[in-house]
């Protein structure tokens, strides 16, 4: 499935790019990268942005019903983090070339994807403390290796976005445990949130590297660092021992602990839900992209008035 | 209130910096209410904390003033709102940093300061929007026209302020008319507006008589307390 980059790129240029990334080397935007490097991250990172945008829908679902005055104002922060994470990793995809507006419309015609994740509903509390807890856990497992990659504007804003996400995963255990420790419904609010995004998260790690279609290219190249099955296997060792300490059950009656690898192994992954949702069949598919694209209608006489008013101002300003 | 009716745009802002801009005034907004319910709860001294008097009063028992409960509207009305609203806010945190209650005091101060905040953003907004184009002048001038019998009553006063007042805990409100009146006649100008005229003022909300809107609001605000008594969250 590799496809040969080389046969369009010149052979020399290529060859001193790939000994550079070979000595780790970080490209900046004004070097010279190969056209398919280029795309790659392109694709990866307006994936990336997508994600940080559409995943403050679910979220966002449960500011206006959080349960205390601390937790309506931490839940807002996080949302507003990730709005920044995205317009930060746009910017950051601006510099290969691109416009954060063709970006968008990708998303919102729907050739662009975005973290599957956020396809899935939040149906109690619980789910906001379970999405920071095991998402944006997983997102640090994904992106402390990405504060790694070759491209330094995006290795760049891993390095700051992660810092916050570890906030958000602090937070989020701290709901769960809270509700773990509490009544018994909110316990089983907590078991139950547990049990409906515990195999999610893990697929947020994508397919097994052998069905991968870009992982080869994007190792090489070193946009990413480590495949998804090894992404996946540390981020289920760092999280069992956290499900104990909270008293809650990983919902996988195969995992149970290597001596030998020192891994804790787990069952498979329903890989044909996993394709299903990816392929838009998800219970909220539709609703994320209808929620972004009435956000972009509805606000289109505000982006124009603002334009209007400026091209105003801008004339006023040359006349003066 | 205000706070959480700016966060219901979370995520479904025109623009995504504006998503965050709304976020931090909803942040700042329901901050400064976790503050003063705080003071309130330790001056009534009955064992209600901030988040009961949030989560456990219901609608008759509620004090804000009715422009802030109104649905957010568009995003002309959520300006046009923001900007009425933070400038009356603005000088009643002036007012208010020199209360001879040190926390309100401190409380105020730190309001202050975001408030100011609030009142450049919106009033941007606001220009920008009035000066923009014809629909954008259309849209914000009627949200302006609608809000417009909702603002008399951020100026009454009544016996409670006025017993504050002689402690030089409180302002009279009705002292803050004519510098809000000059600072949004400015801003309306500005933006090519026109003033509101004369309309029957509304009033109620001092006294707990509200609009249909608040109800429905804290339905959904106080889900969780009410549905799970006693557990914490
Ligand atoms: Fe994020
Ligand atoms: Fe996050």
Redesign the pocket.
Known sequence: MTPTPAATEDPKRLAEFEARIARGDTIEPKDWMPEKYRRQLIRMMSQHAH??VV?MLPEGNWITRAPSLRRKMSLLAKVQ??AG??LYIYCGAETLGVDRHELVSQLLNGTAKYASIFNYPTLTWADIGAIGWLV?GA?IVNQTMLAKASYGPYARAMVR?CK??NF?KRQGFEIMSLLSAGTPEQRAMAQDALDRWWWPSLMMFGPHDKDSPNSGELLRWGIKQKGNDELRQRFVNLTVGQAKAINLTIPDPKLRHDAETGNWAFGEIDWDEFWRVVKGDGQCNRERLTARRKAHADGAWVREAAEAHAAKRARLESVA | MLGHRLSEWCGHGPILEEDIALTNIALDLVGEANLLLGRAATAENAGRDADALAFLRDVREYRNALIVELPKGDFGFTVARQFLFSVYALHQWEALSTSADDDLAGIAAKALKETRYHVRHSAEWLVRLGDGTDESHGRVQDALDELWRFTGELFLTDDVEQALVKQKLAVDSSSLFDAWKRDVTDVISRATLRMPGDVYMQRGGRSGMHTEHLGVMLAEMQVLPRTYPGAKW
Do not use: T
């Open positions: 994600s940080e995943g983090d990730e994470h995205g944006d997102a976005i916050e996400e958000h």
